[in-house]
């Protein structure tokens, strides 16, 4: 992923350092491995551990890639650089492997890595979602179905819509974690030919991982496509707060507005702009993370027991998805942290329609009276229709209409129009989230 969208502290997992490292530090668990069962002895186990305890650096990397020039096999270039450094004694390391037992297990650390990053993102973000849940519980908002004025709702239920949707995305996100915190040393098709299942149990007691039950060459590619799909779900999740975001900062509307610090600049020809430019930043990442998802499930059906179809698919989706989920999850925080909330505006909006929110609280009265359903929606839709019309109050054309009068009277009638009707429910729904001040 472009640095612009890669916080150092995930970019750093996906470094080509970080990743020869992790290399050797399996491979290292494999000879501790075969030490163990008397294949390598005590002294040639010291020696190795002694020459192996390296940091890899630029240097390294940049042999192991110059080495990768001659031999188009980036696993054995590693070796190759490892055996210069090493020296006789490398001779052990990677004792019945194949390059997939050393580079899906350390891919499942370094997704480990990643994925522990994200759960910690994931908190931050359902942190500020709680906050501003409770803040605004009672603030009364305009509701809207097809674009169109509703019923009124809460600013508070927006939120708690939000924080239970990033609730399911972090169990979804949990799970995925864990299926893919799996490890393989089990040779060139999966059978121990050549390796001990020992040696696989012993890596991934080690190394924090669980073995993988059954494995061809690799580990198998629907746990990536799971992960993938949950990263592209939580990234339609942070695009669907944002859309909405940017639809209430409209010119016309203004109920709430992304952050805008100072010294910030919207439009380099109109100085007035305030654009919301973050949250159409997360939209337009969330459109690449369903992209990856695809080609994660793409890589699930490889030939018999391998191909290397994936292999050049991963290289990219999985640094870049883990990254750019991680940089979306702190930037919808400090978007929701510093959000602009503009009480007046809505309640301006809420005008806008003629008190026509009410309708259906005033149909149900009228049915309530002994009006039959039919009627009396045909008699407020006629109400309601000449509000829109002549552009006066929904209330008004009410009184004038005998159908209604003869059942309302006017104080039934101010009694439809109580804004307090609409979030009588609220804290009920609260409670169920578990969101109570």
Known sequence: MIERYTRPEMGKIWTPENRYQVWLRVELAVCEAWNRVGEISDADMETLRKEADFTVDRAFVDRANEIEETTRHDVIAFLTAIEEKVGPVSRFIHLGCTSSDIVDTAGSLLMVEAGELILKAFDRVLAVLKKMTLEHQGLLCMGRTHGVHAEPTTLGLKFALWYAEMQRNLERMEHAHKITRVGKISGAVGTYANVDPFVEKYVCEQMGLEPSPISTQVLQRDRYAELLSVIAITGCSLEKFATEVRGLQKTELREVEEPFRAGQKGSSAMPHKRNPISCEKVCGLSRVLRGYALAAMEDVALWHERDISHSSVERIILPDATELLDYMLVLMTRILGDL????????????????????????????????????????????????????????QMLEQDETVTSHLSPAELDECFELSYHYKHVDEIFKRLGLEK
């Open 340 to 395: 602009f909330v503009y009480p007046e505006n809505m309640l301006r909006s809420m005008s806008m329609s003629y008190g026509l929110p009410n309708s259906q609280h005033v149909l149900l009265t009228l049915i309530d009276k002994g009006m039959l359903r039919e009627t009396a929606y045909d008699c407020v839709q006629r109400c309601a229709m000449r509000a829109w019309q002549e552009q006066k109050p929904f209330r």
